[in-house]
């Protein structure tokens, strides 16, 4: 009866009070995802005030407008004219993880500079990038073969300052996938793309395999006779059936820089063993 007691008595007794956490331990565990922590010891007076201020009798119950929301939407759609575009989807490899062991700063740093990079190799091919994703850019081409070869001086900077970057921000990996098809352009303060081939370029993308460039059936009809003019520098790989989630199923073709070598291939992965 008495070890009953003893197990209550622990149960109830109270939490201590922590002296107060300095800057730089509330940003760590924000970082950390320690908020639940900081608060239960008693330090929620520096941490940010995200209650609401209002009083509950101030709540504004007033419905919204759906149907001038809807007619809104349904013109913009009815009016947008569809437009044939080669779409691109750029993403950095393990972005999340490299945030999650390096911090919040770093982490920006190392996608900020991707996303430069991808945008410089993009404008430089005639290309507009429609908008940064985080760890990658979306971007959209008037020809198929300025795509690929935007894709290709990506990877092909990448790995020239593959040791220069690695000092600075990590090992920097990335993804590419392209492919081509009929878009709506949507208008407003910043100009923004629907339609299917969004949605393809997009699980292309997230399908290929660390620094490899995938492009579809509908590149490699669009290319495959233009790529002869860079035969000497761009190599095609085999085609490949996969089945595209929410999209069926497609032919991918990876292609790559002659000189660095199809991802694939065992002199590609030979050199990369220790990268």
């Known amino acids: 009866m008495a070890k009953q007691k003893a197990t209550s008595s622990k149960q109830k007794k109270p939490l201590a009070m922590v002296p107060p956490t300095s800057t730089e331990e509330i940003e760590e565990a924000l970082e950390n995802d320690l908020t639940i922590e900081l608060i239960s010891s008693g330090d929620s007076s520096i941490l940010p005030q995200l209650a609401a ?22 013109h ?23 945030k999650r062991e390096m911090g919040h700063t770093k982490g920006f740093m190392r996608n900020r500079m991707f996303c430069d990079i991808c945008e410089q190799a993009v404008i430089r091919n005639n290309g507009t990038v429609v908008k940064r994703l985080g760890d990658g850019v979306m971007a959209v081409f008037e020809t198929a073969i300025d795509a690929v070869l935007a894709a290709m001086l990506m990877v092909s900077s990448l790995e020239n300052d593959r040791k220069k970057l690695k000092k600075i921000v990590g090992k920097m990996d990335c993804r590419i996938g392209i492919t081509c098809g009929y878009v709506k352009e949507i208008p407003g303060v910043s100009k923004d793309y629907i339609g299917h081939a969004m949605d393809k370029g997009a699980r292309i993308e997230g399908i290929a395999k660390t620094n490899q460039v995938l492009i579809d059936e509908i590149v490699y009809g669009l290319i495959h006779t233009k790529i002869r003019d860079y035969s ?3 190599l095609i790989g085999p085609p490949k059936n996969v089945t595209l989630k929410g999209v069926g199923v497609s032919t991918l073709y990876e292609v790559s820089p002659k000189d660095r070598g199809l991802v694939r291939s065992a002199g590609y992965k030979l050199r990369h063993i220790f990268n």
């Open 232 to 234: 000497g520098e761009i």
């Open 76 to 98: 913009l759609i009815a009016t947008t004219p569809d437009h044939y575009k080669c779409i691109m989807f750029t993403d950095l490899v393990g972005s999340t993880q490299y």
């Open 53 to 74: 201020t209002r009083p509950a009798n101030q709540l504004d119950t007033t419905p919204l407008d759906l149907d001038s929301i809807i007619e809104s939407v349904a």
